[in-house]
């Protein structure tokens, strides 16, 4: 029944954050309606709404599901925005993951389930 989620996070700036997820993160700007924005890559959506408190976004977080995480890693180190302990490794959890901070301070971590062969 479930098909998808989209997470809705805290943008401080539009402008900026419009900046961030598609020169950084390699989003696509899909809208922006009076600074809430919405973006997509692949089969992933993120919303954002315009927050003015900074504590706000920087607690807040979510987790995408991905494929091919060594290549969407290598994609992104080089632009110096993985989180300094959020560095690509397997978790306990049987997920290989890292963590990118956006502009905002949302933590973004992005997961890939490690094959029990």
């Given at each position: 029944?479930?098909?998808?989620?989209?997470?809705?996070?805290?943008?401080?700036?539009?402008?900026?954050?419009?900046?961030?997820?598609?020169?950084?993160?390699?989003?696509?700007?899909?809208?922006?309606?009076?600074g809430?924005?919405?973006?997509?890559?692949?089969?992933?959506?993120i919303?954002?709404?315009?927050?003015?408190?900074?504590?706000?976004?920087?607690?807040?977080?979510?987790?995408?599901?991905?494929?091919?995480?060594?290549?969407?890693?290598?994609?992104?180190?080089?632009?110096?925005?993985?989180?300094?302990?959020?560095?690509?490794?397997e978790?306990?959890?049987?997920?290989?993951?890292?963590?990118?901070?956006?502009?905002?301070?949302?933590?973004?971590?992005?997961?890939?389930?490690?094959?029990?062969?």
């Open positions: 029944m479930l098909q998808s989620a989209a997470p809705i996070l805290a943008s401080l700036n539009a402008d900026e954050t419009i900046a961030f997820y598609t020169n950084k993160l390699g989003f696509t700007l899909d809208a922006n309606w009076d809430y924005i919405i973006f997509s890559r692949d089969n992933i959506g919303h954002l709404w315009p927050c003015d408190n900074k504590e706000i976004a920087e607690n807040t977080a979510c987790y995408i599901y991905v494929t091919e995480i060594e290549k969407l890693y290598a994609e992104l180190e080089p632009r110096c925005i993985i989180h300094t302990n959020g560095l690509l490794k978790m306990p959890w049987n997920m290989k993951q890292f963590s990118v901070l956006d502009n905002n301070g949302n933590l973004i971590n992005f997961g890939q389930r490690i094959s029990e062969d």
